[in-house]
């Protein structure tokens, strides 16, 4: 069974940048697609990003195309989200999932393993 822990979240003022991190543990996640997902206040969970086990394709939420990039070393078991330009409708809890196949999704209902989140909170 492997556990997703995030990190690296926090406080920031509107331009500033953060990287969250996701360690994996209990087994090895570099034949799993990943993906970043966050809920605000009051708002359903939304996809972020996504990206192959490879590394080799992401994708990103219309919201934070070209702010936002995910990237991963496999030999860490660990996945990256490094967040530019922040704004503070980013303001949410993100969550790092696993999904069991290469391929990437959108959908969270396709993951099959998640973290328990971590605070990322951007002040204007």
């Known amino acids: 069974q492997v556990q997703l822990v995030e990190s690296g979240g926090g406080l920031v003022q509107a331009g500033g940048s953060l990287r969250v991190s996701c360690a994996a543990s209990g087994g090895t996640i570099n034949r799993y697609a990943m993906g970043w997902f966050r809920q605000a206040p009051g708002k359903e969970r939304e996809f972020v990003g996504t990206i192959s086990w490879s590394g080799g394709t992401t994708y990103y939420a219309d919201s934070v195309k070209g702010r936002f990039t995910i990237s991963r070393d496999n030999a860490k078991n660990t996945v990256y989200l490094q967040m530019n330009s922040l704004k503070p409708e980013d303001t949410a809890v993100y969550y790092c999932?696993?999904?069991?196949?290469?391929?990437?999704?959108?959908?969270?209902?396709?993951?099959?393993?998640w973290g328990q989140g971590t605070q990322v909170t951007v002040s204007s």
């Open positions: 999932a696993a999904r069991r196949t290469r391929s990437t999704s959108y959908y969270s209902y396709e993951y099959d393993y």
